[in-house]
């Protein structure tokens, strides 16, 4: 072998221990860990029942007949406990058409002073009417009786019984007065209207139902509401 041939193989071999030596050795791939266990699936814990379906509802209460309702508590009752006298409504209508002092009232009316001083009396006491002075020109002080709120508020009241007996009481002649509005003149009337506007007319169809100051009489029993399942 001659020269140049040894240096070239001295070249090639020491290159190739250069690339050797450059080269990382390999580390063995590390042991691969067997992939973890699957959990199984935790058990499908069923959809929960509609609840529509499932929850029971409580019936409505049963209704009650009128007649288990105490009849003091209502308020016709006690509206009547003030005025149903006779003699009172007639007080009313007078002092409502001005008939205001005591002896006008007594000589309009008939009735024994000692009963209309009785009944203007408790008018007073419960604030359907007030007791003003006057005083006419060159004579002593007096009183009459004029309409508060509350009692201008049975205008209606009397109205319907007026109306009532003018449909059912007059005489052949015809009715004895006709209420008409100061205002136009037209006839007054009393009529039955619901909050939305609506006439009931002659035979009104009414439901009545239990307020919160009703009160069930003693004795009687209301069946309490029971689940339904629907």
């Known amino acids: 072998m001659n020269h140049a041939t040894e240096d070239v193989a001295a070249v090639v071999a020491s290159a190739s221990a250069a690339a050797t030596a450059a080269e990382p050795a390999l580390t063995p791939t590390a042991a691969l860990t067997p992939t973890a266990a699957l959990t199984p699936t935790a058990a499908l814990t069923p959809a929960p029942a509609s609840t529509s379906a499932a929850t029971p509802t409580v019936a409505p209460e049963p209704a009650l007949p009128y007649s288990a309702y ?7 009752a006690r509206t009547l406990a003030l005025i149903g006298d006779r003699w009172t409504l007639l007080i009313l209508r007078d002092v409502t058409n001005g008939v205001r002092r005591f002896d006008d009232l007594a000589g309009h009316l008939g009735v024994a002073r000692n009963v209309l001083s009785k009944r203007l009396a408790a008018l007073v006491e419960e604030g359907i009417v007030v007791r003003a002075a006057y005083r006419a020109e060159a004579a002593r002080e007096r009183h009459e009786y004029r309409l508060t709120e509350a009692g201008r508020d049975l205008l209606p009241i009397l109205l319907a019984f007026m109306g009532w007996g003018d449909r059912h009481l007059a005489g052949p002649s015809g009715v ?9 003149g037209a006839p007054v009337q009393v009529a039955l209207v619901c909050a ?5 007319g002659p035979r009104p169809r009414l439901r009545l139902t239990p307020g919160p100051g009703s009160r ?7 069946v309490p509401p029971q689940p339904q399942h629907g």
């Open 216 to 222: 069930v009489r003693d004795g009687e029993k209301q």
């Open 70 to 76: 105490d009849s003091e508590t209502c308020s016709i």
């Open 196 to 200: 939305d506007g609506h006439e009931l």
């Open 176 to 184: 004895p007065s006709l209420p008409t509005h100061a205002d136009c």
